[in-house]
């Protein structure tokens, strides 16, 4: 969370200026955020969920297109979108990363497809350089929920500068937390005053009224305790990548059980400790250890299950999702597991589930 005596400090300015949203601290969490993410602009907003909106608007997607959205991600995505009547469609994962299969991408643009949004499932970077080839060559907007992924870098590039924008959230569950909020990022200028009218009712800079718009704006306490979660972003860093390699450690070798990698090469904020189960391998499912975890006290969530299409209201209405298998995405759904990471966890803490994990599996694998 950082220093609580710099949240405090900044919230106390905030009060002394009575200056309470979208305010100075606002426009100084906007001009750190853009350069983390190497980038020239950035519209802070109440959270990602609107500020997916907001992009989707700002990059022309109106009620009744369709965007090709990834099924294996956390359900905002598609409910971001499905909630201002754009219909998002699934698309099935690359099962090394999770993330959209640029070949399937490609085989769903149709007659009503106005956008491509990509997730960095768990802060693993998406296939930039495919998705913006098919993106170029079909005339597409390209857009990014980044929420996973501040800090991470593609190719050494920071994510966040991609597409015609990136989306990062900073829930209080998130990597950088603002308590809750979000933010666009983009290299656009024209983009980026475009989602500053949209996230305040469509106002202009000058005060008139061009267009449709919402309210997203972010405020004042949010913006404090964001910049005072990016001074620590650096170190929380260093905690998970370390928290990493322990679990790495501690599972290695285990029959049908592996430690989900970050791409080879690049930075990576590794928010989510995954490990995948391969029930078939290691004789035990994904499900069984997360409850042998629980009956420990140790909280495991198994993220993205079931996967988007598989969940209302999209598995029941066909307008909104035409039933057909996606199995890749389906197969992650049922394998993966995140384990407790971050600041409040140590090396005892990980051996201890290290160890639980451990003895699960060896008292199920098949003898060989």
């Known amino acids: 969370m950082g220093s609580r005596a710099r949240l ?52 022309g997607i109106r009620g009744g297109d369709e965007i090709i959205v990834p099924a294996f991600t956390w359900v905002a995505t598609a409910a971001a979108l499905d909630w201002i009547g754009i219909v998002p469609v699934f698309c099935d994962a690359d099962e090394r990363t999770g993330n959209l299969d640029p070949s399937e991408v490609e085989a769903l643009i149709g007659p009503r497809t106005r956008g491509i949004m990509g997730v960095h499932v768990f802060g693993y970077p998406c296939a930039m350089d495919e998705l913006t080839d098919i993106a170029d060559r079909h005339g597409l907007p390209l857009l990014f929920d980044a929420a996973h992924a501040i800090g991470c870098t593609y190719k050494g590039r920071p994510v966040g500068g991609f597409g015609a924008a990136e989306v990062y959230s900073f829930h209080a569950t998130k990597f950088v937390n603002s308590f809750e909020g979000g933010a666009i990022v983009t290299r656009d200028a024209e983009f980026a005053e475009r989602c500053r009218e949209l996230r305040n009712f469509g106002i202009t800079a000058s005060g008139e009224i061009r267009s449709g718009g919402t309210n997203a704006k972010m405020n004042e306490a949010a913006a404090a305790m964001g910049l005072t979660s990016l001074e620590v972003m650096d170190e929380l860093m260093d905690i998970n990548t370390l928290n990493h390699r322990r679990y790495e450690k501690g599972l290695e070798g285990l029959t049908g059980v592996r430690v989900r990698g970050q791409a080879e090469g690049e930075r990576a904020n590794h928010q989510y400790l995954v490990i995948e189960i391969d029930a078939s ?41 035409a039933p057909r298998p996606l199995p890749r995405a389906e197969a992650l759904a049922e394998r993966v597991l995140a384990l407790p990471t971050g600041s409040a966890v140590g090396p005892s803490e990980i ?17 060989r």
């Open 8 to 59: 405090t400090e900044r919230l106390d300015g905030a009060l002394d200026r009575l200056y309470l949203t979208n305010g100075p601290l606002v426009r100084e969490f906007e001009e750190k955020l853009a350069e983390v993410a190497g980038v020239g602009h950035c519209v802070a907003v109440c959270n990602a969920t609107v500020g997916l909106q907001v992009a989707a608007r700002a990059a």
């Open 281 to 321: 391998a290691a004789g035990i499912h994904r499900d069984e250890v997360h409850a042998a975890l629980g009956a420990q006290n140790v909280l495991s969530r198994r993220y993205f299950h079931p996967s988007c299409h598989q969940v209302e209201p999209y598995r029941s209405d066909p307008a909104r999702h």
């Open 351 to 367: 051996d201890k589930v290290c160890d639980i994990v451990r003895r699960c599996v060896s008292a199920r694998t098949p003898a």
